[in-house]
């Protein structure tokens, strides 16, 4: 008897197994099922892309969409702000916060703690509610319009500061010491020791920082109106909404949208490995802390 | 000597921390209560004029119609943004195969990556009457006519939870099953020498322990709801503006559409304020503290 039940339930975790399986098939689908679409519309013609259809496979194949969101849309100079904006940004974010971090964890500095609850007093502002303020300090500091508007925007945040100070505790004070001992200076000893050590929390804040800010639409819609200066994503939302509200304009069929909106996509693609090296790990590490 | 010029050099480096901090996020918090207070101009004088901003903003309907859409839409994603990412996590959990599961959580993490424009802009054009995806399978498989799902007000708000969980469920089902991977393995081998169903398992191992790592998604998840914009800003359109709506986009329409600052900002501080209030009483009710 005990094996017939033994045998029941093996037969009943396989129907579980199964729908379980069918299950997630499914959700998976509503994933794939999208981007297959948007990739098959944006290689398809203009023509064809305006067809209604379920189209899963390029229908009537060209790359027009493309060169039209390119060249005639002008899409080229949005996207080289978006990459200089990012890239900068990016930067001078990864550099200013990782140098506080490492401020933060040598023990005999006065006032490290006043310093580390201005900080941590920063994360409770809730960004969106000051945007008002926001714009106009951009305003008084003839800032309005400019790239660096949106560079500064978010340059420093408390949580990447946090972030690389719980790294960089990891290294043994007493292995810098040493090494001051020897003569290295403080530049050398960052720079050498505690970066290496802490390179995973480097990758980590890099990688959220460059997708936050490619992905960043509230700064430029706020401090940008100079159509020369507007960033990627500014540009595809006003080809998407406004285009297909008015249809005045002729030359946004489908697939020039589709293909603008993959255009945009390409550079998080292109580091999504690396995120699920770190950012997904720094992500669990996090999520386990709590 | 030495130690005044290393300390010297550390104090350097967080001059350009403490500057941005004060420039742009203590300034801005105190120029937006001010400027609660003022009639602000662009040009010339700013009289102080009381409460006047927030008596505006309080007898504005459409403040009250923001307020309502955004508890709503938030409350919304909020609960079904909980419950679909938890489901997941648990039926990813029971899958043996760790490359379906890799495959799995790959996949449904990509959407979170991009930004609310692209999301969005698939979202309006999979919903779209008489070309979108969705509308086509309804026609040619249930044989229905089509829905403008993205100009009928009934449809709206659902619109607005339904893709807004779809993004982000593979992120907060990471987050639950980073959880249960902290989970320790000897529960489940006791509960299996117990002779505990798969089920069983889950309902009295798995779900139990998770208890800590589901507050702090839900309380997290909580001070996201007065935070909804972009995809708003993305995904609205005049027929559905007054169903869709929320607090953020009444601010920026009062603000820089208008130019109207003195209300936008006043309308700023009720967002802080209902922030605060729901986070005092999240914590109350996960009584958080205790964790």
Same mark, same amino acid.
């Given at each position: ?9 093996? &037969? ?8 379980? %399986? ?24 203009? *023509? ?10 390029p ?5 027009e969409?493309?060169?039209t ?20 940004g ?10 506080a ?14 310093i ?7 994360m409770? !502002?809730?960004?969106d ?22 560079v ?10 946090? +972030? ?13 010491e ?7 200076? *403080? ?10 050590v ?8 890099? =990688? ?6 490619w992905?960043m ?38 697939n020039?949208? *589709? ?23 720094? =992500? ?7 | ?12 480096m ?14 801005p ?12 101009k662009?040009?010339?004088?700013r ?46 959990n029971?899958? *043996? ?22 999301i969005g ?11 979108? +995806? ?13 829905i ?7 449809? %709206?708000?659902?619109?607005m ?10 992120y907060n089902?990471? =987050? ?14 006791a509960?299996?020498?117990d002779?505990?169903?798969? &089920? ?26 007065f935070? !909804?914009?972009?995809? !708003? ?5 005049? %027929? !559905? ?51």
């Amino acid at each position: 008897m005990g094996i017939e039940r033994l045998e029941r339930m093996g &037969w009943k975790n396989k129907i579980f197994d199964f729908l379980n %399986a069918v299950f997630l098939l499914l959700l998976m689908l509503t994933m794939i099922v999208p981007f297959i679409n948007v990739i098959a519309l944006a290689f398809s013609s203009g *023509m064809a892309s305006m067809q209604p259809d379920i189209i899963l496979f390029p229908k009537d194949f060209s790359t027009e969409g493309f060169t039209t969101v390119w060249k005639s849309l002008n899409l080229w100079r949005p996207f080289m702000n978006s990459v200089i904006v990012t890239v900068t940004g990016t930067f001078f974010h990864v550099l200013l916060t990782s140098l506080a971090g490492f401020v933060l964890i040598q023990p005999h500095l006065p006032g490290k703690k006043i310093i580390i609850s201005f900080i941590l007093l920063t994360m409770m !502002i809730p960004q969106d509610a000051i945007m008002i303020p926001l714009y106009l300090v951009n305003k008084d500091l003839h800032l309005i319009n400019t790239l660096s508007s949106l560079v500064l925007s978010g340059m420093v945040s408390g949580f990447s500061i946090l +972030l690389m100070r719980n790294y960089f505790l990891g290294v043994p004070y007493e292995m810098s010491e040493s090494a001051q001992i020897d003569g290295a200076g *403080m530049f050398r000893i960052f720079a050498t020791m505690y970066i290496r050590v802490a390179k995973s929390g480097l990758a980590t804040i890099t =990688l959220f920082e460059f997708v936050s800010r490619w992905n960043m639409l509230t700064a430029p819609v706020l401090f940008i109106n100079d159509s020369s200066k507007i960033t990627l994503q500014v540009a595809l939302k006003s080809m998407i909404t406004e285009a297909s509200a008015t249809s005045s304009n002729f030359l946004v069929t489908t697939n020039v949208r *589709m293909a603008g909106i993959l255009i945009s996509i390409i550079p998080l693609i292109a580091i999504y490995p690396f995120v699920q090296k770190y950012f997904m790990k720094g =992500l669990m590490l996090g999520a386990n802390k709590e | 000597m030495r130690t005044i010029k290393k300390n010297a050099m550390f104090y350097i480096m967080m001059v350009p921390i403490v500057v941005y901090f004060v420039i742009f996020a203590y300034y801005p918090l105190v120029k937006g209560l001010q400027t609660s207070f003022q009639d602000y101009k662009l040009m010339g004088d700013r009289p102080y004029i009381g409460f006047d901003n927030y008596d505006l903003v309080i007898h504005d309907p459409s403040f009250w119609d923001a307020l309502w859409n955004t508890l709503y839409i938030g409350g919304g994603i909020l609960i079904v943004g909980f419950i679909a990412p938890l489901l997941i996590a648990l039926s990813l959990n029971e899958v *043996m195969k760790s490359w379906f599961k890799k495959t799995a959580q790959m996949l449904l993490y990509v959407p979170h990556l991009l930004s609310w424009v692209v999301i969005g802009g698939i979202c309006i054009f999979l919903l779209s009457p008489d070309t979108g +995806l969705v509308n086509m399978l309804l026609m040619k498989i249930f044989g229905m006519n089509p829905i403008n799902f993205m100009a009928d007000e009934s449809w %709206a708000r659902s619109v607005m939870i339904g893709s807004a969980v779809w993004k982000d469920m593979g992120y907060n089902c990471i =987050l639950f099953l980073a959880g249960i991977a902290a989970i320790n393995p000897s529960l489940y081998e006791a509960a299996r020498m117990d002779g505990a169903t798969r &089920w069983e398992q889950v309902r009295y191992v798995t779900l139990p322990q998770l208890m800590n790592t589901m507050k702090v998604i839900f309380l997290l998840n909580t001070l996201g709801i007065f935070r !909804i914009f972009d995809q !708003i800003f993305v995904m609205r359109n005049p %027929a !559905i503006a007054s169903k869709v709506d929320v607090l953020m986009m009444y601010t920026f329409q009062k603000g820089i559409m208008e130019i109207r600052f003195g209300p936008a900002a006043a309308a700023s501080f009720f967002v802080v304020l209902f922030t605060l209030l729901l986070t005092v009483m999240v914590r109350k009710i996960t009584r958080f503290d205790e964790v």
